[in-house]
């Protein structure tokens, strides 16, 4: 009777699915690392006897409904051994395995553990994996493995240059990405301007990147997810491992409890580049101040056989300044989950989670007896609660449905101004909103060759009070509107505003050979939250803000189209995919707009459209001495916004219509690994002077066409090496090491970050153009990795 009410439940919201009238039974688990305990994320499960399977899901968990008899259940996973299971089905059963690791079988390596063909047979496209193993091999710079800076060697995702925050994925800008920490939102996800990023390697255990075909669970950006799990801790043994670098040192400590039940993790990362250089620097000098730090955890503990909680957390800092001059920023977040079966079928995970991204700028603020100082903390703070359903109808149907709600508390500025012992308070007050939403989604295999993944999403956006509205007039399009007074006041929790945006979303899969594959995919997303920026690229100081009367949620469209296919008994994949998108609400500026500390910052924006479409192409070697890949992306990135170039479509800032990638991996032996990355990529657009005139006898450029990014910087092109030699004497009697020689920019090139021009010094009626590069020379550098 009670199933009977689900399969009624589900046929009222609309999912049609055929019911078997045979006894069925359900076989169902987790798939876990033998070595660690580690559930295993996307392990085949394949039912011979049927010819059809499952794959786990994000916690490992898979379950599959047969009729009544006996199977053969295979699990395979590339880089693992495969097992091989005969079950009778003649009642519901629980089957969990554990699978070992088959890299001290193999003579061969491998740079992915996926499952075998999930790149044809899996619903799934545009979406890129890059295991951890792949990465800590690839060269770094300085020497330190880094998870943002190694998927920008993927296609379709580029970066504005040298230094810059963030990844732009298909035409988005970096605010578009949603960057999950165990689900948790990342609002700044770079160290020290860029060069790193937040995510330790030592504790992450996978990262997905979906840039299209995204399924309905994922909302609130438009461009891309990137999806980053944290690892739960060894349940077997206790296990220490770091490195020691030129920058930076890591230690990572893993411990079992409870008699295996549980585990838990704890990293942390320093750098020492304030240490390093504080010999060096003259008396002006002597107290600056340059580092950064972070701190991950996680804990997990298994209630029973059906409930299992999760708890983990972040916690960095980056902090830079010198005398009296202070700036720094930083995240923390919480997450607590709590994964349920609630039968056989029905697979629950409930998330809720805190994210805090705070930075700060200041001058003589620490100072009590200083008469001039300066002291501005801003904030973004997002609560959520989110329950996700996974119910495995059969084999051929899986449902997932859920929803979330997310509360917005944004501080855009707590600034104080002190002049001569008078002080002025020129904060800015609180903005407060939540956002709503319900899914529903559905997987369905129709034959061998075909399969459907549909779903369809809900959102649903307030701006709250208390605060202020203003309507805004302007005189001339294009230039700054100023405010009309009085505003509209509005009480605590009273809507000011509201939004709701249906998303649908749809990925087709049509088998040609075994071994090959057509997908199509269609995605409409909605995003209520902006990032202001109007600098060549984003920095930690730019401003988080909310839909409102005037700024209207981003949306995005987009359709992709491929051919997957693998070669060589899965030695090989490639892949082309072409995508064409649509981007509504995109935000600009108008000329020297203010968007610090502007009470009526909304004057200052202006809204447009965007497009990009492109073609990536993929090739990907798996096995084998020698692994790696190339890609090639040829793409175009545009904008139009009335009053700007003459109100015609211009590249975007970081369009870049060429990107080659490609990244090779050596084994020469079992202790000594070599590796290569290489990229090339077209300059990104800036806008020049066409002409000058002359002011008192200087000369002053002007762009006499008003046309926006109008020419394009140089190339941009870098090789980098590394080796990675395992020591032969033991750590402590029992570990091991490992020695990692790098050099990134190996040719010495000095690759452009912008291009400006100025007066020549020499002679003022010359004009110059200046190029400014972040790193204008090779960096070496070697770093020593422990494990006992």
Not at 521 to 532: C, E, I, K, P, V
């Amino acid at each position: 009777m009670k199933n009977r009410k689900i399969y009624l439940l589900l046929l009222l919201l609309g999912v049609c699915f055929q019911v078997n009238a045979q006894n069925r039974q359900t076989v169902s688990g987790y798939v876990k690392d033998k070595a660690n305990g580690e559930g295993l994320i996307g392990v085949s499960v394949y039912v011979r006897e049927a010819a059809t399977g499952v794959v786990t899901n994000p916690y490992g968990f898979y379950s599959i409904t047969l009729p009544s008899g006996n199977y053969t259940l295979v699990f395979s996973y590339i880089g693992y051994q495969k097992v091989t299971k005969e079950v009778t089905l003649d009642a519901d059963k629980t089957l969990s395995i554990e699978m070992e690791d088959e890299s001290n079988q193999l003579q061969e390596v491998t740079v992915s553990t996926q499952r075998e063909d999930e790149n044809v047979r899996s619903i799934e496209m545009s979406v890129n994996k890059v295991e951890m193993k792949t990465i800590r091999k690839m060269p770094a710079l300085l020497g330190e493995v880094d998870l943002i800076r190694s998927i920008q060697l993927l296609p379709g995702v580029t970066t504005v240059g040298e230094g810059a925050s963030g990844f732009n994925v298909r035409g988005g800008d970096v605010s578009q990405n949603l960057v999950l920490l165990d689900e948790a939102p990342v609002y700044n996800s770079s160290h020290l301007f860029g060069f790193f990023s937040v995510f330790n390697p030592d504790a992450v255990k996978d990262v997905k990147l979906i840039k299209g075909g995204i399924p309905a669970q994922y909302g609130g950006r438009i461009s891309s997810i990137l999806d980053v799990r944290m690892k739960e801790g060894n349940s077997k043994k206790r296990e220490v491992n770091g490195g020691i670098g030129t920058i930076f040192s890591r230690l990572n400590y893993e411990q079992p409890f409870a008699k295996g039940k549980g585990s838990f993790i704890v990293a942390g990362r320093r750098s020492y580049i304030d240490v390093l250089a504080k010999p060096f620097l003259n008396s002006d000098l002597k107290d600056s101040k340059f580092y950064f730090y972070d701190l991950t955890a996680k804990v997990n503990y298994q209630l029973g056989d059906k409930d299992t909680f999760y708890a983990s957390g972040y916690f960095g800092k980056d902090v830079f300044g010198g005398g009296d001059f202070g700036f720094g920023w930083g995240n923390a977040t919480a997450t607590a989950r709590w994964n349920h079966i609630f039968s056989n079928k029905l697979f629950m995970n409930l998330t809720g989670y805190y994210s805090n991204y705070d930075y700060s700028l200041g001058q003589n603020a620490n100072d009590p007896n200083a008469k001039d100082k300066f002291d501005w903390k801003s904030k973004i703070i997002s609560t959520s609660i989110k329950p996700d359903f996974t119910f495995y109808i059969t084999p051929n149907n899986q449902l997932t449905f859920g929803g979330q709600y997310i509360y917005y508390d944004t501080r855009p500025g707590r600034a104080l101004a002190v002049s001569e012992g008078q002080s002025t308070d020129i904060s800015l007050d609180p903005k407060y909103a939540d956002e709503s939403a319900l899914y529903i989604g559905n997987e369905q295999k129709f034959s061998d060759r075909v399969s459907l993944q549909y779903g369809i999403r809900y959102s649903y956006f307030r701006s709250l009070g208390p605060g202020t509205e203003y309507q805004y007039l302007t005189d001339e399009i294009g230039q700054r509107k100023e405010p009309v007074f009085p505003g509209t006041e509005y009480k605590r929790g009273q809507k000011i505003k509201s939004y709701g945006n249906w998303e649908p979303r749809a990925s087709l899969n049509i088998g040609v050979t075994s071994n090959a594959s057509i997908k199509a995919s269609y995605n409409r997303t909605a995003q209520y939250l902006h990032l202001l920026s109007n600098t060549a690229a984003a920095s930690p100081l730019d401003v988080w803000t909310l839909s409102s009367p005037i700024i209207q949620p981003e949306k995005a469209d987009q359709v992709a189209l491929g051919w997957f296919q693998n070669l060589k008994d899965n030695t090989y994949e490639a892949s082309v995919e072409v995508y064409y998108k649509k981007l509504y609400n995109q935000i600009d500026y108008v000329p020297a707009s203010d968007l610090l500390l502007n009470q009526f910052v909304a004057g200052d924006l202006l809204f447009g459209k965007g497009r990009a479409y492109g073609a990536e192409f993929y090739l990907k070697k798996n096995k084998g001495k020698l692994t790696g890949w190339i890609s090639y992306t040829l793409s175009k990135t545009e904008r139009q916004v009335e009053s700007i170039n003459n109100n015609d479509w211009f590249p975007a800032r970081f369009d870049k219509p060429h990107n080659f990638t490609s990244v090779a991996i050596y084994e020469m032996s079992k202790r000594l690994s070599l590796s290569a990355n290489f990229t090339i990529t077209s300059g990104t657009p800036a806008t020049f002077p066409t002409n000058r005139w002359e002011f008192q006898g200087w000369p002053v450029g002007n762009n006499f066409e008003n046309r926006r990014n109008n020419n394009r910087i140089p190339a941009y092109h870098r090789l980098d090496l590394a080796a990675t030699l395992k020591s032969k004497k033991k750590l402590f009697k029992k570990g091991e090491g490992e020695w990692v020689l790098s050099c990134y920019n190996v040719y010495n090139r000095r690759n452009p970050f912008s291009i400006y021009t100025r007066v020549n010094e020499d002679n003022a009626l010359k004009t110059e153009a200046v190029r400014y590069a972040v790193i204008g020379s090779f960096i070496p550098a070697i770093t020593y990795n422990f494990k006992f």
